[in-house]
């Protein structure tokens, strides 16, 4: 696709359906085009909702204020009301409404078992769907906004979601559960007309739009390929692209400016067939970062690029190949790079893989992340071994596993039926991608084990099923493996793990990964070492408008410095794709 191909995305000149999702990788910009759009559209004096259903949200950090997931109207914007759908408070909500009105009439036991069985990670995410479903579906909510705009979360989240209403709905209408059986799906039944109208909804252009956002450089691209083609599928076909932070031209005087558009123009001349069919828009990169009502108001209007001064370099800090001797010197064996969605995770963990591998070490990298895409990034060398969770060879494996011992222990035909019937249950992916992420932990007994993990919502949910797993495990008659014993104290042992938070230079994500490192040290999880990444700061741009982004970050770079004390890597933006051979540019010295 050609540069003048896309066109200029302004929600004032473009007609929207009621509801629009505006999902992608992450990191791409999906909040800040979401909640500009919100803006916009209620300044022409429509009536707005706005809702985040990501567990990550940063819509708080976007408006300035505290938000709760009943709505809060923004004083600034007087048309517009913001929900953040917090997935443990709606979790919380859900559990109550489920266990309330057996509260005194059932013995005190049989209310912790019910407790239990809504102990899982599971629970949350039906929980966030179920809130998401009545908004889809309430008649007062349709009534009352003339616009519903949801920003989702990360791509393979957001497919879990749009997934859910086929498979609780398919479970839901095909399974009779024991009458004494309550648990997850308990509260779920008697609402399966609404999942159905949800499902209705997502899928009428009349209605709905998909707006796959992505930045202009290749693997975000893959990505909302790979994303166009599952929502198709799902026969969710009115979508768009909107390609954010385009730079408008290079400045021949300018050597960053110059590579930085010739790589987003190469990015786009080699885009995936599929998305070539698609309504596809860009929005212009600006110089400022997308906090604060005054800077929504603009973003689709103008840049104002500040007066600045030169900005100086930054030299306090340690490079990648610094950080791989401290990880080789003190022997860590499990390693996780961890933070937002978007800032780099899978290609530090690539790089520190291929450093710890040339000092002899062997090492096994791995993804959580059901996007994978580690397998773009680097392939099996020496001393280098790679994978990735499967989620469905994952349950078929433990389906089956589960139902053979059922079998093997002299389970009558009902008993097992029974266990078939609960192994049904969507949940049961949960467990079994669990079980195989505790597997690949446990190799660092004889090899260093590199994760690259999920975004933060998934990252902390997933270490959240290390202490609910258990219960899971129990309820549908598998075994607990060693593996899964040992695995939290494991994460917990500052000799064996080390996190590394990684970020980049902005207020958001630096924001949000320190809501990260407070939720790491709760579980009883250490970090020490952050990575700044993508940075202009020590580039010699004089684009006025790279250069006004260059002086901002060095607010964040300060502070990610002072909050790790000078335990701290800057990783500079380059213009090469880092992917295979090019990965070793990120371990060179100062």
């Known amino acids: 696709m050609k540069r003048n191909q896309l066109i200029e995305y302004n929600p004032e000149s473009i007609n929207l359906t009621k509801y629009m999702f505006f999902t992608g990788k992450g990191g791409v910009g999906k909040t800040s085009l979401a909640c500009a759009t919100a803006v916009t559209l209620a300044d022409l004096q429509k009536k707005v909702l706005l809702i985040s259903t990501d567990p990550a949200s940063n819509l708080q950090d976007v408006f300035s204020t505290q938000l709760n997931n009943k709505g809060s109207l923004i004083s600034e914007v007087p048309n517009l009301t913001v929900i953040n759908l917090n997935p443990e408070d709606a979790a919380h909500d859900y559990k109550e409404s489920i266990i309330a009105p057996y509260r005194g009439k059932l013995p005190e036991a049989m209310i912790k078992n019910i407790e239990e069985q809504l102990s899982g990670s599971c629970t949350v995410e039906i929980a966030a769907f179920n809130e998401f479903s009545e908004i889809i579906t309430s008649k007062d909510k349709s009534a009352l906004y003339d616009y519903i705009i949801f920003d989702t979360a990360p791509t393979g989240h957001t497919l879990r979601m749009l997934e859910l209403p086929s498979a609780w709905g398919n479970f839901i209408s095909n399974e009779t559960p024991s009458a004494n059986y309550v648990g997850q799906l308990s509260g779920m039944r008697e609402k399966q007309e609404m999942y159905m109208e949800a499902v209705e909804k997502l899928s009428d252009p009349k209605l709905t739009t998909l707006v796959l956002v992505s930045r202009p450089d290749y693997t975000p691209l893959q990505e909302v390929s790979r994303s166009s083609n599952e929502l198709w599928d799902m026969n969710i076909k009115n979508q768009w692209m909107v390609v954010n932070g385009l730079l408008s031209d290079g400045d021949k005087n300018d050597i960053i400016s110059t590579e930085l558009y010739n790589k987003q123009t190469n990015a786009l001349e080699q885009l995936p067939e599929n998305l ?180 933060t919502g998934h990252t902390l949910l997933l270490l959240d099923t290390t ?46 990964a320190e809501r990260l490192r407070e939720d790491l040290k709760r579980a009883g999880i250490e970090n020490k070492w952050w990575i700044v990444n993508n940075s202009m700061i020590n580039t010699p741009t004089q684009n006025p408008l790279l250069k006004a982004r260059a002086v901002s970050e060095k607010k964040w770079i300060n502070e990610v410095n002072r909050i790790s004390s000078g335990n701290m890597v800057l990783v500079p933006w380059y213009n090469q794709e880092l992917k295979g051979e090019n990965l070793r540019l990120l371990l060179q010295e100062k």
Do not use: W
């Open 276 to 455: 070539d069919s698609l309504k596809s828009f860009y929005v212009p990169l600006r110089s400022y970062n997308l906090t604060g009502i005054e800077n929504l108001r603009r973003f689709f209007k103008q840049d104002i690029i500040p007066d600045t001064q030169d900005a100086g370099s930054f030299d306090e800090y340690k490079t990648l190949k610094e950080l791989g001797q401290y990880l080789s010197t003190t022997n860590k064996r499990v390693i996780f790079t961890m933070g937002k969605g978007g800032v780099g995770k899978t290609t530090l963990a690539a790089s520190l893989a291929l450093e710890l591998a040339s000092k002899g070490q062997k090492v096994h990298l791995t993804t959580t992340d059901p996007a994978d895409h580690l397998k773009f990034i680097i392939q099996e060398e020496n001393n280098i071994t790679v994978s990735s969770i499967n989620p469905e060879a994952e349950l078929t494996a433990y389906k089956n596993e589960v139902i053979q011992k059922a079998k093997d222990a002299g389970k009558n035909k009902e008993e097992i039926a029974y266990v078939e019937e609960d192994l049904r249950s969507p949940c049961t992916k949960e467990i079994a991608v669990f079980r195989a992420f505790a597997e690949i932990v446990r190799k660092a007994d004889t090899e260093v084990v590199i994760i690259d993990t999920a975004p």
């Open 467 to 512: 202490q609910s797993y258990h219960k899971e495990v129990e309820r549908t008659q598998g075994d607990i493996l060693e593996s899964v014993r040992n695995l939290l104290p494991r994460l917990r042992d500052k000799n064996e793990t080390e996190v590394i938070i990684v970020t980049l230079p902005e207020a958001t994500p630096v924001l949000e």
